[in-house]
């Protein structure tokens, strides 16, 4: 058995949103705390599967609040693809006006080259955000042990809160609507 080094580098890429999103003041709360009026910072891994894209559904809807600041990771095997780098970076312009549309909130971006478990807690580890959300395929014990999951090691791993949203079979598409 090889022993993972917890400290080797990795390399990622920025991606630059577009600025067509109006820069907008932070608001000011009469009450509360100075966290409070800042915002919190809020990590959401994401991919190009639809259990990724539902929990960043169900972040929108039930966790961020208007003065958070949502960074979208997305783990690949290489950031120096152009191929990689330009789907990539569409995925996120487009999450990143819908998180603009839907909450009103500030998103960064990250493509980031490595393990994908590995990178997410490491990219956690920099933002020190309030949460953590992926998604995940919902595989079964067995499948997971052989297969490995990338939100079982993060949930192990990562020292900020990991929310694992499972995609609903039952609830299907309904349970994120707005009523």
């Known amino acids: 058995m090889e022993t993972v080094m917890e400290?080797?580098?990795?390399?990622y890429r920025?991606?630059?949103l577009p600025t067509l999103i109006p820069r907008i003041p932070?608001?000011?709360?009469?009450?509360?705390?100075?966290e409070r009026r800042r915002g919190r910072d809020i990590v959401i891994a994401i991919d190009h599967g639809?259990?990724?894209?539902?929990a960043f559904d169900w972040a929108l809807i039930h966790l961020v609040r208007l003065?958070?600041?949502?960074?979208?990771?997305?783990?690949?095997?290489?950031v120096r693809s152009e191929i990689i780098y330009e789907a990539s970076q569409a995925?996120?312009?487009?999450l990143s006006v819908e998180a603009f549309q839907i909450a009103m909130v500030k998103t960064m971006a990250r493509i980031v080259s490595g393990d994908a478990g590995k990178v997410i807690c490491k990219e956690a580890e920099r933002v020190k955000p309030a949460a953590v959300v992926m998604g995940t395929r919902g595989r079964s014990l067995i499948q997971s042990v052989f297969q490995g999951s990338v939100?079982?090691?993060?949930?192990?791993?990562?020292k900020f809160a990991p929310v694992i949203i499972v995609p609903g079979k039952e609830a299907g598409d309904?349970?994120?609507t707005w009523n």
């Not at 932070?26 to 009450?31: D, Y």
């Not at 939100?151 to 990562?158: G, L, P, Q």
Request: charge should be negative; include cysteine.
């Open 7 to 11: 400290d080797e580098e990795y390399t």
């Open 67 to 78: 003065a958070d600041t949502l960074y979208l990771v997305h783990a690949v095997s290489s």
């Open 14 to 16: 920025d991606v630059f």
């Open 91 to 94: 995925l996120m312009e487009k």
């Open 26 to 34: 932070a608001p000011g709360l009469e009450r509360g705390t100075v």
């Open 174 to 176: 309904g349970s994120l």
């Open 50 to 54: 639809p259990n990724s894209k539902h």
């Open 151 to 158: 939100s079982d090691y993060c949930v192990h791993n990562c």
